[in-house]
């Protein structure tokens, strides 16, 4: 089965901090998503990445930045967390090559709260 | 990326078959449906896709009409366990793309 690891379950952070979300999966996929989850908004895709190095911006990329240096990890870095990034983060992965990119697996979420 | 329109939330009752409807007027011809489910607590899950006509699986069918402008997801005989949130994305599947989720249909299955 593929399996898609988050670095943390639960997170505080105090405003101003530098927080940084770790996301490995271990089934050699291209592909590679950062959502966040919120009451009554459903998911909103941050970045994604279809190869290493490479980064898209997703809807709401604004006080996000991302790093892929391997094909196996995804990182969201908050530069300067706010209140306002309080929420539930889900980070995802597909294959292209031999798969179907549409199908994407999740990870647990991480539960960030910024005080 | 085609916009996609499904209800909010849905009702129904143990063992009852379940259909949530899914607009999608602007789908483009590489576009799949896609439609995942999510359990509170937990990330989605890839359910079912299709590009036309009828796909079935054990866990749902889902149904696509030749004009491919709405889709219906089936769950036959819902359980309690069945009590989700359900998301309808279209796109294509191909590098360098990405699916939109919405809010989904929240279901709520009682006994």
């Known amino acids: 089965d593929v399996k898609v690891t988050q670095s943390s379950r639960y997170l505080v952070k105090r405003t101003g901090e530098k927080v940084f979300l770790e996301c490995v999966q271990d089934?050699?996929?291209?592909?590679m998503f950062w959502y966040r989850q919120d009451p009554g908004l459903g998911l909103r895709l941050i970045y994604f990445?279809?190869?290493?190095?490479?980064?898209e911006k997703g809807d709401i990329p604004e006080g996000y930045s991302v790093s892929r240096e391997k094909k196996e990890r995804f990182s969201l870095i908050l530069e300067s967390a706010s209140t306002n990034q309080t929420s539930m983060y889900l980070c995802?992965?597909?294959?292209?090559?031999?798969?179907?990119?549409?199908?994407?697996?999740f990870g647990p979420g991480t539960r960030l709260t910024v005080l | 990326l085609a916009k996609t329109t499904q209800p909010i939330s849905m009702d129904s009752y143990e063992g009852q078959e379940v259909n949530i409807t899914c607009s999608h007027n602007?789908?483009?011809?590489?576009?799949?449906i896609t439609w995942y489910q999510q359990f509170p607590s937990q990330g989605p899950r890839f359910i079912i896709q299709?590009?036309?006509t009828k796909v079935t699986n054990e866990v749902a069918s889902l149904f696509i009409p030749a004009d491919r402008k709405s889709s219906t997801l089936s769950l036959p005989r819902v359980s309690l366990s069945d009590t989700a949130v359900y998301y309808c994305?279209?796109?294509?599947?191909?590098?360098?793309?990405?699916?939109?989720f919405g809010k989904g249909t929240t279901l709520s299955v009682s006994s």
């Open positions: 995802a992965s597909s294959q292209t090559r031999g798969g179907n990119t549409n199908e994407q697996f």
């Open positions: 089934m050699d996929h291209e592909n």
């Open positions: 990445s279809y190869d290493v190095k490479m980064k």
């Open positions: 602007n789908i483009a011809t590489n576009d799949y």
């Open positions: 299709g590009y036309k």
């Open positions: 994305l279209v796109g294509a599947s191909q590098a360098g793309t990405a699916l939109i």
